[in-house]
T-cell receptor, first 113, second 113 residues
Framework: TGVTQSPTHLIKTRGQQVTLSCSPISGHRSVSWYQQTPGQGLQFLFEYFSETQRNKGNFPGRFSGRQFSNSRSEMNVSTLELGDSALYLC?????????????FGPGTRLTVT | AQRVTQPEKLLSVFKGAPVELKCNYSYSGSPELFWYVQYSRQRLQLLLRHISRESIKGFTADLNKGETSFHLKKPFAQEEDSAIYYCALRDPYSGAGSYQLTFGKGTKLSVIP
């Protein structure tokens, strides 16, 4: 099975917080998150490998994430703003030294009203 | 900071005509370049990597460090090539095994029958 993300869609109001979930491909231990908007395109949020954050994009501290021992990852956005409305994509990648594999999830569409 | 520019938001070509999707980047070292594709109602997927020097679905891309370009080419467009194409750059200094990518804003290719 491919990369799965939940929920598919959700609607929140300003000031609320949200948690998004991603399950990577079996055997993949690297998970990245991207925000996609019509104006800014795809922007890197953060990357996790073996439960450790490797890199973080240029987003405010309201955006956070974590990875669990089974490689599943969550990202959290607190104090939601209208500008956080976007498609949030999870990417599952193979380990260094293995044949290069990278798979995108279907995304979670977040609407902030 | 690195940047990826895809100057054409939309590109229309006739079936059988050559296709060239432009990608320029700004980076002070030797980056790794990728092309991704998103077909209608499908997930974003990797099309090709410059270091693989492979041809996928008839598409090729050559890294031109002098012109800082990584244009995607196909000699004869097919209707099934209609999709959104994203050029992306990986900073090799973002960490060993890191998959942090900087994306262009995409070019929507329409192949006219």
């Amino acid at each position: 099975t491919g990369v799965t993300q939940s929920p598919t869609h959700l609607i929140k109001t300003r000031g609320q917080q949200v948690t998004l979930s991603c399950s990577p491909i079996s055997g993949h231990r690297s998970v990245s998150w991207y925000q996609q908007t019509p104006g800014q395109g795809l922007q890197f949020l953060f990357e996790y490998f073996s439960e450790t954050q490797r890199n973080k994009g240029n987003f405010p501290g309201r955006f956070s994430g974590r990875q669990f021992s089974n490689s599943r990852s969550e990202m959290n956005v607190s104090t939601l703003e209208l500008g956080d409305s976007a498609l949030y994509l999870c990417v599952s990648s193979s380990m260094p030294g293995q044949p290069y594999e990278q798979y995108f999830g279907p995304g979670t569409r977040l609407t902030v009203t | 900071a690195q940047r990826v520019t895809q100057p054409e938001k939309l590109l229309s070509v006739f079936k059988g005509a050559p296709v060239e999707l432009k990608c320029n980047y700004s980076y002070s070292g030797s980056p790794e370049l990728f092309w991704y594709v998103q077909y209608s109602r499908q997930r974003l997927q990797l099309l090709l990597r410059h270091i693989s020097r492979e041809s996928i679905k008839g598409f090729t891309a050559d890294l031109n460090k002098g012109e800082t370009s990584f244009h995607l080419k196909k000699p004869f467009a097919q209707e099934e090539d209609s999709a959104i194409y994203y050029c992306a750059l990986r900073d090799p200094y973002s960490g060993a095994g890191s998959y942090q990518l900087t994306f262009g804003k995409g070019t929507k290719l329409s192949v006219i029958p």
